[in-house]
């Protein structure tokens, strides 16, 4: 079965400082994961994925994640952290027949000034 | 274009009443899926429907139904509702292809009494 988790329902931080949302995944066969950020009353939008190539991906925003297979993980980055990238982050991975995605339960970011 | 799109985005309901949120994507995409967001929860797949003319059911899909009206447009059917579908419901399409991101509806807001 294809799961993803989130360990932290809460990350605070200051702005300027380098922020972590931590993803960790659980897959029968190759990992295919996404990144995902909500602001209030908005619909999901789209960050970042790793496929296959390069273990750090860069997405939108100036966020990028690290894939790490030996310790299954998928952390969202962010070298310095703004007020506005304050929202709802979700960790996701594509099931096996690509036809379902399964979500992490979100984790808020608290950046604060 | 306007990407997908969801009505209503707020409805009050008394238990047992009935109603449809409707959802449409103007992207030309083949598939189309049905959440629900849940505090703590992360998105729950309700439905989906990989092609015009299929639908298959997701994590959980008791009390709802759904129809693939067309490759447009997918709707989501509460026969009698019950306060446990208290929720925020979104749609989403993602391009045809095996490792591409969800795009999603802004949502619908749903309360039942």
């Known amino acids: 079965a294809q799961s993803v988790a989130q360990p932290e329902d809460q990350v605070n931080v200051a702005e300027g400082n380098p922020l972590t949302v931590k993803c960790t995944y659980s897959?029968?066969?190759?990992?295919?994961l996404f990144w995902y950020v909500q602001y209030p009353n908005r619909g999901l939008q789209f960050l970042l994925k790793y496929i296959t190539g390069d273990n750090l991906v860069k997405g939108s925003y100036g966020f990028e994640a690290e894939f790490n297979k030996s310790q299954t993980s998928f952390h969202l980055k962010k070298p310095s952290a703004l007020v506005s990238d304050s929202a709802l982050y979700f960790c996701a991975v594509i099931g096996y027949n690509f036809n379902k995605f399964y979500f992490g339960s979100g984790t808020k970011l608290n950046v604060k000034p | 274009n306007a990407g997908v799109t969801q009505t209503p985005k707020f409805q009050v309901l008394k238990t047992g009443q009935s109603m449809t949120l409707q959802c449409a994507q103007d992207?030309?995409?083949?598939?189309m899926y049905w959440y629900r967001q849940d505090p703590g929860m992360g998105l729950r797949l309700i439905y989906y429907?990989?092609?015009?003319?299929?639908?298959d059911k997701g994590e959980v899909p008791n009390g709802y139904n759904v129809s693939r009206l067309n490759k447009r447009e997918f709707s989501l059917r509460l026969e009698s509702a019950a306060p446990s579908q208290t929720s925020v419901y979104f749609c989403?399409?993602?391009?045809?292809?095996?490792?591409?991101?969800?795009?999603f509806g802004p949502g619908t807001r749903l309360t039942v009494l």
């Open positions: 989403a399409s993602p391009p045809s292809g095996s490792y591409n991101e969800q795009f």
């Open positions: 897959v029968s066969g190759n990992p295919y």
């Open positions: 992207m030309n995409h083949n598939s």
């Open positions: 429907s990989a092609s015009e003319g299929t639908t």
